[in-house]
């Protein structure tokens, strides 16, 4: 354990999270997570702050600005507690646990997620924002503290632990997954329910996929339905392509203006896999878009930074919004007459007096666009998330091989060979895993949701090239080492305590779902034996239902000397090298006729 006076100071400036060293200059003590932090806690018995959240999340930048540079606040917390930051995206164990607690609570979660816990790591009370001074609403975040420092003074001892169950999703059938989608479908606005839309990825190529094997057109009408409004409204960015977080309202108009690597590389494959399937040619422009902004944002060298802050100098989304009168005189009068013929703006605006961009049509409007974004790039940009993830890497390397086969563009799967080549350089020991790289530093914890994306994608590369078997055997034989009694772990590290993998499949496939569908690839490519399996509860695990689909027979498996180009294939195929040449599909074997 540190001396104890390295404790009374924020450690947060040297951290390998951008989230925390955006933190070092708050009057709290933060401390990152460690044995020595939690064992000072627990030989001062002081109970614990462990503040949760991510660095382009906008109201963890609120509260810091505010609660958390207070200064009563601050000497508060400091006497009373010992403060623990927590980047999210670096300690998934730490954030699900916590996160599990909040949901038992209130069934409703988000970020910055504040629990407060006993000493011996028990969760006492979990919280959201909550202001430095109390209003109408909510009270302050001192007085919450202050009433959990007398309840674990006087209570200490009696404050249960708390288990967090594995959470697995229910078994369901084909037929209730499509009527629970269908009734959920929004049929005015697209997408599902009727609040908030995030962008339903999983969803989506689930039901592509089961639909390149069978069609159905109330699919196809949910699918293209909620594709056509993500593209048109505000959840796309027209200008420079990619796609924000999610939209605040149920018409797709205003988003919450952050940018993560992980929605880029799922609507990628998404765009690319309904252009194959549903033949809507604007689906393979909106791709290309996402593709240039992962190439022109996200890369960095070889890899992909984590994310763009939804802020620009404390204010959301100010890079992306534009005054009627700044457009104008951009583009000029006639100019600006055609933009509207196309695009919807307005001199009131329609985010607090401003105009966010949506469009009416896909009409091309592409010099237009450039001269507006060539604006837009002299403005303050956010700022970006550049760590490097692993797992989040090699989805948008799965991204790129699924965008290279089903565009027909092999130098996109080349480019997803390289990614994986870079990552197994950096992260993978021989042994292990790594999850985050930023500034030269490594963190060597292993988590199974990085171990399945890799696993998923090596499956792929392996289908181009058998070279890969070797690596695929070592990956998959890695993969199976994070399964205890039958069940998966997501982590299992020294400095807190094991967690279950997640089921749940949004916004990005959970560490189970990515997990099975690489193992399924990996037995079926080998020629391993595997049983069928159930589906399970529609929208909370609908990749993990993807998995379920190829197990069950849904995807043709190619079997030739020869490999056969994909453009060529069933869109629900698998491609192996090897004879008999054959195509077996839903439990059925038939030789392929020589050409």
């Not at 169950?165 to 009734?183: F, H």
């Not at 952050?258 to 604007?282: C, I």
């Amino acid at each position: 354990m540190k001396d104890t006076e390295q404790y009374k100071q924020n450690n947060l400036a040297g951290a390998s999270s951008p989230y925390l060293v955006q933190h070092a200059r708050n009057p709290i003590w933060w401390q990152e997570w460690s044995s020595d932090v939690i064992d000072f806690a627990v030989a001062t018995n002081k109970p614990l702050l462990v503040s949760v959240g991510y660095s382009t999340c906008h109201w963890c930048h609120v509260m810091a600005a505010e609660a958390f540079s207070d200064n009563e606040t601050a000497k508060y917390l400091n006497e009373n507690f010992v403060c623990i930051k927590v980047d999210r995206e670096q300690r998934p164990d730490i954030d699900q646990y916590l996160m599990n607690f909040m949901n038992s609570q209130s069934e409703s979660g988000g970020w910055p997620l504040n629990v407060f816990l006993t000493p011996s790591l028990k969760p006492v009370v979990a919280v959201t924002y909550l202001p430095p001074v109390a209003d109408h609403h909510r009270i302050s975040f001192l007085e919450l503290a202050k009433r959990v420092s007398e309840y674990f003074t006087t209570k200490g001892d009696d404050i249960p632990s708390f288990t967090a169950g594995e959470n697995e999703a229910p078994p369901s059938v084909p037929e209730k997954i499509t009527e629970e989608l269908i009734s959920w479908f929004d049929n005015i606005y697209g997408g599902f329910g009727s609040g908030q839309k995030f962008p339903p990825h999983t969803t989506l190529l689930f039901l592509l996929y089961k639909l390149s094997a069978e069609d159905n057109e109330d699919l196809r009408g949910i699918c293209s339905g909620t594709l056509n409004a993500m593209q048109l409204g505000g959840l796309n960015d027209h200008l420079q392509g990619g796609i924000f977080r999610y939209c605040v309202d149920r018409s797709w108009t205003i988003p919450h203006f952050e940018k993560m690597l992980y929605d880029q590389a799922l609507a990628l494959w998404t765009w690319s896999l309904a252009f194959r399937v549903l033949g809507n040619p604007d689906y393979k422009i909106m791709a290309e878009k996402v593709l240039l902004c992962l190439e022109e944002c996200f890369r960095k060298e070889d890899l992909f930074i984590t994310a763009f802050n939804a802020d620009t100098g404390h204010q959301e989304g100010a890079t992306y919004l534009w005054d009627y009168d700044e457009i104008e005189k951009i583009l000029g009068p006639e100019d600006l007459n055609r933009f509207r013929e196309v695009y919807i703006v307005s001199r009131e605006g329609n985010f607090e007096g401003k105009n966010h961009l949506l469009r009416k049509n896909t009409d091309p409007l592409p010099g237009l666009e450039k001269k507006l974004l060539a604006a837009r790039d002299e403005r303050q940009q956010p700022s970006a998330d550049e760590k490097i993830l692993c797992g989040l890497n090699a989805l948008t390397a799965i991204a790129y091989i699924q965008a290279g086969r089903l565009l027909d563009r092999p130098p996109l799967e080349a480019e997803g060979e390289r990614v994986i080549r870079k990552l197994l350089g950096i992260f993978w020991d021989g042994k292990s895993l790594s999850h985050s790289y930023f500034k030269g530093a490594l963190q060597k914890q292993s988590f199974l949701s990085d171990a399945g994306a890799v696993l998923t994608a090596i499956t792929m590369l392996y289908e181009n090239d058998p070279s890969w078997e070797e690596m695929m055997k070592i990956m998959a034989e890695y993969t199976e080492s994070f399964r205890r009694d039958g069940r998966w772990l997501e982590s299992d590290a020294g400095d807190f305590m094991p967690v279950y993998a997640s089921w749940f499949d949004h916004p990005a496939p959970s560490a189970v779902s990515l997990t099975e569908t690489g193992l399924i690839r990996h037995a079926i490519l080998t020629g391993k034996e595997y049983l069928s399996a159930d589906f399970r509860k529609s929208f909370q695990s609908d990749f993990y239902n993807l998995s379920v689909l190829i197990r069950n027979g849904y995807f043709h498996v190619i079997t030739t000397r020869e490999a056969i180009p994909w453009n060529n294939l069933p869109i629900n195929a698998l491609r192996k090298t090897g004879e008999p040449e054959t195509d077996c599909y839903m439990g059925t074997c038939r030789f392929i006729e020589p050409q």
